[in-house]
T-cell receptor
Framework: DVKVTQSSRYLVKRTGEKVFLECVQD?????MFWYRQDPGLGLRLIYF???????EKGDIPEGYSVSREKKERFSLILESASTNQTSMYLC???????????FGDGTRLSIL | AQSVTQLDSQVPVFEEAPVELRCNYS??????LFWYVQYPNQGLQLLLK??????LVESINGFEAEFNKSQTSFHLRKPSVHISDTAEYFC????????????FGAGTRLAVHP
């Protein structure tokens, strides 16, 4: 069965900290995605990666960066956390075209 | 560019009643269509998808959705809901030929009451 694991379910950080959110998939998928979910806005794509060391900006990349050094791991980095980055963050992976994305359980991040 | 509009942010309904969650999309290219469900404190799970072929697609737990190209809609229906269907439902589209990016609607919170 497909499994996407996000390292933390809940995380509390302070303004200005550098924050790492980790995501690991065990299906050898090439495509991985980071979304943030906010009430009334649905899910918005931050970054995605279609191969190791390859990345593309999504719709809201400002304030974020990503790293994909290995195929199974896709990290989201908040360079200097701000309160408006308090949100639920969801990671997903995808095998190939016309297949559904598989989601992790999410990380609820609070920036104080 | 694509966009997805879910016309109802919240839908309250009594158990065993029918329900329809509405979804309209806008796109200049052909798209795949999806409904995802999110139960409390969980990630998203695929409920059903339309890729091609029959415009009526069904899920294993009694939901169905119909692709209407002329109205650019993909409404989700269930003839009789259960308490366990309480969740948030997201409609999403993915343009053909891209990197499988999903564009989501804002979500509809379905609350089933006894």
């Amino acid at each position: 069965d497909v499994k996407v694991t996000q390292s933390s379910r809940y995380l509390v950080k302070r303004t200005g900290e550098k924050v790492f959110l980790e995501c690991v998939q065990d299906m050898d998928h090439e495509n991985m995605f980071w979304y943030r979910q906010d009430p009334g806005l649905g899910l918005r794509l931050i970054y995605f990666s279609y191969d190791v060391k390859m990345k593309e900006k999504g719709d809201i990349p400002e304030g974020y960066s990503v790293s994909r050094e290995k195929k199974e791991r896709f990290s989201l980095i908040l360079e200097s956390a701000s309160t408006n980055q308090t949100s639920m963050y969801l990671c997903a992976s995808l095998e190939q075209t016309n297949q559904p994305q598989h989601f992790g359980d999410g990380t609820r991040l609070s920036i104080l | 560019a694509q966009s997805v509009t879910q016309l109802d942010s919240q839908v309250p309904v009594f158990e065993e009643a029918p329900v329809e969650l509405r979804c309209n999309y806008s796109s200049s290219v052909s798209v795949y269509l999806f409904w995802y469900v999110q139960y409390p404190n969980q990630g998203l799970q695929l409920l059903l998808k339309y890729l091609s072929g029959s415009t009526l697609v069904e899920s294993i737990n009694g939901f169905e959705a119909e692709f209407n190209k002329s109205q650019t809609s993909f409404h989700l229906r269930k003839p009789s809901v259960h308490i366990s269907d309480t969740a948030e439902y997201f409609c999403a589209v993915s343009p053909l030929g891209g990197y499988n990016k999903l564009i989501f609607g804002a979500g509809t919170r379905l609350a089933v009451h006894p």
